[in-house]
């Protein structure tokens, strides 16, 4: 079963909010990312947890914040965001160089 | 470094016919190729794979095989179905450390009844 879920499915904020997009996965996986979605486009990736350590940031800026908890779980604060970072949020998980496994997504509105 | 090209969509095509939706790579390494699915509003979904030279993968009548000879992973189908309306992503990654993916551009595939 590969199953990564994402939580919230959609989430609109100002952009004086913080907010947190969450991000699951139970297939014992120890690479997770963050990729960010826009419209017509392929997804671009922007951080990547590896044993629980970030292993590549793509130069995001830092009002997006990741955290990993532990193995199983990915987070991404999210604080003064702009309305051009609206788009949809993609989390996935691998065994570590291996094939990558996506979440539904989370899409986020900044208004 | 790494690059994926895809055939320009959107491909619009009836119902019941052949799918073929190119796709050509460049890699300094020996990768393994992915096609990914996106339905409309919805995330990615792994659609097939191969992981090295000659390999085929498929999945629900799709197939591609890995042709290092001309750099390519073509997908194809048969006979297409409405619910087959969808972005398709072409992807290969490097077998060697993170297993991060270079996409190619996406092609939307519209079938009508």
């Known amino acids: 079963d590969t199953e990564v879920t994402q939580t919230p499915k959609h989430l609109v904020m100002g952009m004086t909010n913080k907010k947190s997009l969450k991000c699951e996965q139970h297939m014992g996986h120890r690479a997770m990312y963050w990729y960010k979605q826009k419209a017509k486009k392929p997804p671009e990736l922007m951080f990547v947890?590896?044993?629980?350590?970030?292993?590549i940031n793509e130069s995001v800026p830092s009002r997006f914040s990741p955290e990993c908890p532990n193995s199983s779980l990915l987070n991404l604060h999210l604080h003064a965001l702009q309305p051009e970072d609206s788009a949809l949020y993609l989390c996935a998980s691998s065994q570590v160089a291996n094939t990558i496994y996506f979440g539904e997504g989370s899409w986020l509105t900044v208004v | 470094g790494d690059s994926v090209t895809q055939m320009e969509g959107p491909v619009t095509l009836s119902e019941e016919a052949f799918l073929t939706i190119n796709c050509t790579y460049t890699a300094t390494g020996y990768p393994s190729l992915f096609w990914y699915v996106q339905y409309p509003g919805e995330g990615l979904q792994l659609l097939l794979k191969?992981?090295?030279?000659?390999d085929k993968g498929s999945n629900k009548g799709f197939e591609a095989t890995y042709r290092k000879e001309t750099t390519s992973f073509h997908l194809e189908k048969g006979s297409v179905q409405v619910s087959d309306s969808a972005v398709y992503f072409c992807a290969l990654s490097e077998n060697s450390g993170y297993s991060t993916l270079t996409f190619g551009k996406g092609t939307m595939l519209l079938v009508s009844p």
């Open positions: 947890y590896s044993y629980e350590k970030l292993s």
């Open positions: 191969a992981t090295k030279a000659d």
